[in-house]
């Protein structure tokens, strides 16, 4: 699997340039699969925000009548077989 030194230099340029964020990224491996979940959050507000924005994503991504994960599986199948 690839390093995540990029994934850390972006989150220290986030905090250096006082933005708060969740950075959640996913490495898949042939055996085994890890994530790395970064984090600056220092307000209420900011914590709120984020919080919101979490559930928007994950509510469209994990939805089968949505185009979030469910359809980009769905194209990448049909992708292949025409190839």
Same mark, same amino acid.
């Given at each position: 699997? %690839? ?6 230099? !972006? %989150?220290?340029? !986030?905090?250096?340039? &006082?933005?708060?964020? !969740? !950075? ?10 890890? #994530?790395? %979940? ?20 994950? &509510?469209?991504?994990? #939805?089968? @009548? ?5 359809? %980009? @599986?769905?194209?990448?199948?049909? @992708?292949?077989?025409? &190839?």
């Amino acid at each position: 699997m %690839a390093t995540n030194d990029f994934i850390y230099d !972006l %989150a220290k340029r !986030l905090e250096e340039d &006082n933005i708060e964020f !969740l !950075l959640i990224t996913v490495q898949k491996g042939k055996e085994d699969h890890n #994530s790395t %979940a970064l984090y600056n959050i220092q307000t209420i507000d900011g914590s709120d925000i984020i919080y919101t924005t979490f559930e928007e994503v994950y &509510n469209v991504v994990g #939805s089968p @009548d949505t185009e979030g994960i469910y359809g %980009a @599986d769905e194209e990448e199948d049909d @992708d292949d077989e025409e &190839n």
